[in-house]
Nanobody, 121 residues
């Protein structure tokens, strides 16, 4: 079992930046990637990006390219999501997941509890 704990969310203003963190309790040996998804109220869970745990290769949803950056620190099993120039439409619960690598949430085995990001205009 792998536990994922997200942090770094909060209430920010449009134009601000945030760095979300996802700490894994151990290296997810049976998974190939770590990913970030987000879910706004009343919406389906939306893929943001994933990173290959071994190679560090990254993949982003087309709509997320440019303002979102995913990266990892393999030494402490932590994955980050840097979000710049935040917009009110970025308001959502952001989830970390281990599994993949895919942009389909059904391909992920482990999920964190989520961290709320609220962007005010």
């Amino acid at each position: 079992q792998v536990e994922l704990v997200e942090s770094g969310g909060g209430l920010v203003q449009a134009g601000d930046s945030l760095r979300l963190s996802c700490a894994a309790s151990r290296r997810p040996l049976t998974t190939l990637a770590m990913a970030w998804f987000r879910q706004a109220p009343g919406e389906e869970r939306e893929f943001v990006a994933f990173i290959d745990w071994n190679s560090g290769d990254t993949y982003y949803a087309d709509s997320m390219k440019g303002r979102f950056t995913i990266y990892r620190e393999s030494t402490n099993y932590t994955v980050y999501l840097q979000v710049n120039s935040l917009k009110p439409e970025d308001t959502a619960v952001y989830y970390c997941a281990a599994g993949g690598p895919t942009d389909d949430p059904r391909g992920y085995i482990y999920w964190g509890q989520g961290t709320q990001v609220t962007v005010s205009s």
